[in-house]
């Protein structure tokens, strides 16, 4: 400190400081501080507050080199793709031929005028009412229910939850044996109880194919669900419960006084996952029914499959790309906005 306090230039204060500054952690106390102001402010050199900001500086130099490496990735593997995507989108391209012909919006004009969009669009629409809210529904009921502490509430959670950490491709080979129609075990059981005339041809028929997609997204993801609210319904003091229960309230009233009103949070994270999980839904219609017949089960992601790697239309994939970001973001936005809405009211 004495060889510090008697510093005299300020080429000899910036290497004093530099040592101090690098050194883990940097030596750079208050006293020490105010000597080297002192000396070198002597010389006409900073002031308190600017050294100050030199070592805060330091602090945040590093903090950027260790967000680096996944910002580089990120901009890699997710920011260049993207741009590359809207890129090709004004352009008429096979995907690899060297020949691009510039057509500008037009691949968005045939996009709009395709039938087949209005089937995506629809079966989007239905798949996601079908959906999301009976999971929602099957899991706060049965998360109530074995809220409940009833005996093996333990064992019911870890196989009700099994389905969801399931690989959708093994899911959908293992429904689309169990909806065959000849030896399938669906139909078998219903002619052994007399029932042939539901032996439908579940993946076959366009009426039927959606609705057993739907079927079998709810059997996977209801454990999910199931999960989000019991865990939510612990987080609700137990003398709320107390207090309704000498009120009178029924279970009934309970849950629909005050366990599901004091979910709402948990209600809006469903929609936002199952919303965004079904604009980008691939695997099951994929494996079950080639996102057929008919169309009758295509969806964005398959859509842009068939464009891209059997029509060779890359363009209008690119462009269909596009359009399902944008309306990801927007579906995105409005539910973050309702999300601070009600975090504004809880306040």
């Known amino acids: 400190m004495d060889r510090i306090l008697h510093v005299a230039k300020p080429a000899c204060f910036r290497k004093v400081f530099q040592r101090a500054l690098l050194k883990k952690p940097p030596c750079i106390t208050i006293d020490l501080l105010e000597s080297l102001v002192f000396s070198y402010t002597n010389n006409g050199g900073m002031t308190l507050q600017t050294v100050k900001r030199l070592n805060k500086i330091h602090y945040q130099n590093e903090g950027y080199l260790f967000i680096f490496p996944i910002m580089f990735f990120f901009a890699v593997f997710c920011v260049y793709p993207l741009l590359f995507n809207f890129y090709y989108s004004a352009f008429e391209w096979n995907g690899m031929s060297k020949n691009k012909l510039f057509i500008g919006m037009q691949n968005f004009r045939l996009l709009f005028k395709d039938p087949i969009m209005l089937k995506v669009l629809r079966n989007v629409f239905f798949f996601f009412m079908g959906t999301v809210f009976p999971q929602a529904f099957f899991g706060i009921v049965i998360a109530f229910i074995l809220n409940r502490k009833i005996i093996a509430g333990g064992f019911f959670r870890t196989v009700l939850y099994l389905p969801s950490i399931m690989t959708l491709s093994i899911i959908g080979s293992i429904f689309s044996r169990m909806m065959e129609p000849n030896i399938g075990v669906i139909n078998v059981s219903l002619r052994a109880l007399g029932l042939d005339f539901l032996a439908l041809q579940w993946l076959g028929q366009p009426g039927t194919a959606l609705f057993s997609l739907i079927l079998v997204n709810v059997w996977t993801w209801t454990g999910f669900s199931m999960l989000l609210y019991n865990v939510n319904m612990t987080n609700i003091p137990e003398e709320l419960y107390e207090a309704a229960t000498i009120d009178g309230a029924s279970g009934f009233q309970q849950f629909f006084r005050l366990t599901f009103p004091l979910l709402k949070n948990t209600h809006l994270s469903l929609i936002l996952l199952g919303s965004i999980s079904t604009l980008k839904t691939f695997d099951l219609p994929y494996v079950l029914t080639k996102a057929g017949p008919n ?53």
């Open 295 to 347: 169309h009758a089960t295509e969806f964005f992601s398959t859509y842009i499959y068939l464009l891209s790697f059997n029509l060779f239309d890359q363009g209008r994939s690119s462009a269909l790309v596009t359009i399902l970001f944008f309306l990801s973001l927007i579906l995105t936005i409005i539910q973050l906005r309702m999300y601070g809405i009600l975090g504004q009211k809880e306040n």
